[in-house]
């Protein structure tokens, strides 16, 4: 279990995450959601242990984060953390990175071989694996970034903005399907942020809206639901939870409009 | 015969060219010197004449000091390594290759090159035998740290500059010193020997130092032919694989070896500086050795502990909330002042009581190197435990891409 108790994060001046409580349970699929700049992969970064909380404190299974060596290697060795914008070494192949991951990850030498392959056939990139990643495209620096994550066989998946980044149809149809298949039947925790409320409504079993650096809510998706008073879809719950004036924005545009 | 003779010569022989281009420089001098003598007259020649002809001499015996340990060691060749671990050899057998100590054939060599020097010679002929046998010494204390025998290393290296320092004195007396060098030296032989083959850290050393190099002479287009290292991935992923990832990363310096390398540089400093004609400079270019080796030293901890490692809060952040002091964080910042107070200070207090320049530069040397290299937290502890923000340092373009 992840737990988070009173944990406030700021770089500067302003908080960005202001006395956060989460406890995440094992094997559920959780998304992060919330308005651009309100902390979702601040967030996941105090988590992940790249930022350090000016207050509170991060639990991974009873270990607290940077309390002792002995404790920080162990949550290390559990989680991976996948951000954004990742780095990835231009002369190795995608095969050779994904080697080299697995291998940080203590991944068993046949095991590794056979996921890095199946990884790759997943991803389309049984081709290119071979090839420098200096050559590939966008999306497919993507893939291969991915599958990095997935290769580790970490038990918790740390995930930011992870269907962004020029992902294709097939790519985002097969994350969705190895996503849900982790959580549900391994056992695995995913905790992920993703700014497209359908693929959210589509996967999480669980959801944290996040609003001016609180959690506004953390629930499922039908508790949600109930909580924002809506039966329809997860955008519009999120927009009565997270944008109750949005909808008057609109309006208030095209009244605006003299035409 | 003759063929009987050369077998044995080349039993540790320099390669060919080696010999053959020595053998022409000399000749070459020779018939200048001859040439001008005759017609110009010999009152018109310069003692100085042959020192490029000494210069060759010397650095042709320093030459052979290096060769006779990086060519004829195990350490130094991997194919040499593995092929010797396959076979049954044993310590008490002689090297395949050819001895790490020395032979007589070693003494005809040397003395061969000393000979060449013999026609007016500008620098004492002792000069040859005492080039060759600092670079042999040295690269010997090399190869015994190389196998674990790091303390045995540290002292050859010292002895080594024991015998410098006496040659500056009086170059019988240095050759006297370097036969007594030899027999700690030639006890580190055996003693390598013994304890072939060596520890699993002499073969990651081997291999970390192989590989570090082969990385460093390759251009980044041919960075791609070598193999993925698998034995430590870590240096093979980036942000944020790098400074995530659940490794302990052994360091091969400990803590004696720390020490030991601090005070052989005040040592190796003293050597240098106060041989008779080097006093000048311990004014000149050694403070701005000095200088640098701070800034170095300052700058590599620093590097070290906060390029991924960098303050949980920015600047301003500190300012306008009132946290002006992170104690958790700003300790990372005490050693490297402690480096830079003691590096400055000693030396001022020193020059204040009067030492010579050569003994201020010894001696201020290891103060700020002990502090630097000794002083916590400790590098692998701060990287797990420290209250900092993660960030990915600085990205090289042409290795790195990011998404």
């Known amino acids: 279990m992840i737990s988070l108790s009173g944990v406030t994060q700021h770089y500067g001046i302003r908080p960005v995450l202001r006395d956060i409580h989460l406890k995440i349970p094992d094997g559920r699929l959780t998304a992060i959601v919330g308005p651009n700049g309100m902390g979702k992969t601040t967030l996941l970064g105090v988590i992940a242990g790249t930022l350090w909380p000016q207050q509170g404190e991060v639990e991974i299974d009873g270990l607290r984060r940077r309390r002792s060596v002995e404790e920080e290697l162990a949550i290390r060795r559990l989680m991976v953390y996948l951000p954004d914008h990742p780095w990835l070494p231009r002369e190795r192949t995608g095969r050779e990175f994904l080697l080299a991951v697995g291998a940080l990850y203590d991944v068993p030498g046949e095991r590794l071989l056979g996921h890095v392959e199946r990884l790759l056939t997943l991803f389309q990139l049984t081709r290119e694996g071979d090839w420098p990643i200096r050559s590939y495209s966008n999306g497919q620096k993507k893939k291969v970034a991915i599958a990095s994550a997935l290769v580790s066989d970490a038990r918790i998946l740390l995930l930011d903005e992870i269907f962004g980044g020029g992902l294709d149809p097939a790519g985002i149809l097969a994350l969705k399907h190895v996503l849900k298949r982790l959580a549900k039947i391994e056992g695995r925790t995913v905790l992920m942020t993703a700014p497209v409320p359908e693929i959210v409504e589509e996967l999480a079993d669980e959801v944290i809206v996040l609003r001016e650096g609180r959690v506004e809510a953390h629930d499922t998706i039908e508790g949600l639901k109930q909580r924002a008073n809506c039966r329809g879809s997860l955008a519009e719950v999120l927009g009565r939870l997270i944008h109750p004036e949005m909808l008057d924005h609109v309006q208030q545009y095209f009244d605006g409009d003299g035409r | ?403």
């Open chain 2, 1 to 403: 015969m003759n063929m009987a003779l050369l077998r044995w010569l080349r039993l540790v022989a320099p390669p060919a060219w080696i010999t053959v281009t020595l053998l022409a420089w000399c000749a070459i001098m020779e018939g200048i010197y001859a040439w001008i003598g005759s017609t110009l007259g010999w009152q018109a020649l310069s003692p100085r004449f042959f020192v490029a002809r000494d210069v060759a001499c010397l650095a042709a015996a320093a030459y052979l000091g290096v060769y006779r340990i990086a060519a004829f060691h195990p350490l130094f060749d991997s194919d040499y390594l593995s092929w010797l671990w396959l076979t049954p050899w044993r310590y008490d057998k002689p090297l395949p290759r050819g001895p790490l100590h020395l032979v007589l054939q070693d003494v005809l060599t040397v003395g061969l090159i000393t000979a060449f020097m013999l026609h007016r010679p500008v620098v004492p002929l002792e000069y040859a035998p005492l080039s060759f046998f600092v670079t042999y010494y040295l690269t010997l204390a090399l190869s015994l740290w190389g196998v674990d025998l790091r303390w045995w290393g540290y002292a050859v290296s010292a002895l080594t500059g024991l015998m410098i320092a006496v040659s500056g004195r009086s170059s019988l007396a240095g050759l006297a010193v370097a036969a007594l060098v030899y027999i700690p030296a030639y006890a580190g032989v055996r003693w390598t020997l013994a304890t072939f083959p060596w520890s699993q850290r002499t073969t990651a050393w081997r291999k970390g130092v192989a590989r570090q190099w082969q990385i460093f002479t390759a251009g980044h287009r041919q960075f791609a032919m070598i193999s993925v290292n698998l034995e430590h991935p870590e240096t093979e992923v980036h942000w944020p694989y790098s400074v995530l990832h659940a490794k302990e990363r052994p360091s091969f310096f400990g803590k004696g070896d720390r020490l030991a390398l601090a005070l052989l540089a005040g040592w190796w400093c003293w050597v240098i500086f106060s041989t008779p004609g080097a006093e000048e400079m311990a004014l000149g270019i050694g403070p701005m050795l000095y200088v640098m080796l701070l800034g170095f030293v300052v700058s590599a901890r620093l590097i070290a502990y906060c390029g991924n490692h960098r303050p949980p809060i920015s600047f301003w952040g500190r300012v306008f909330t009132l946290r002006w002091i992170i104690p958790g964080y700003d300790k990372v910042f005490l050693t490297p002042l402690a480096t830079l107070g003691l590096g400055i200070v000693f030396p001022i207090a020193l020059a204040k009581l009067q030492f010579e320049p050569p003994l201020i530069l010894a001696l201020s040397f290891p103060p700020f190197l002990i502090a630097g290299m000794l002083g916590g937290p400790p590098l692998a502890q701060w990287r797990l435990t420290s209250p900092a923000r993660l960030a990915p340092g600085v990205r090289n373009q042409q290795l790195v891409e990011e998404i």
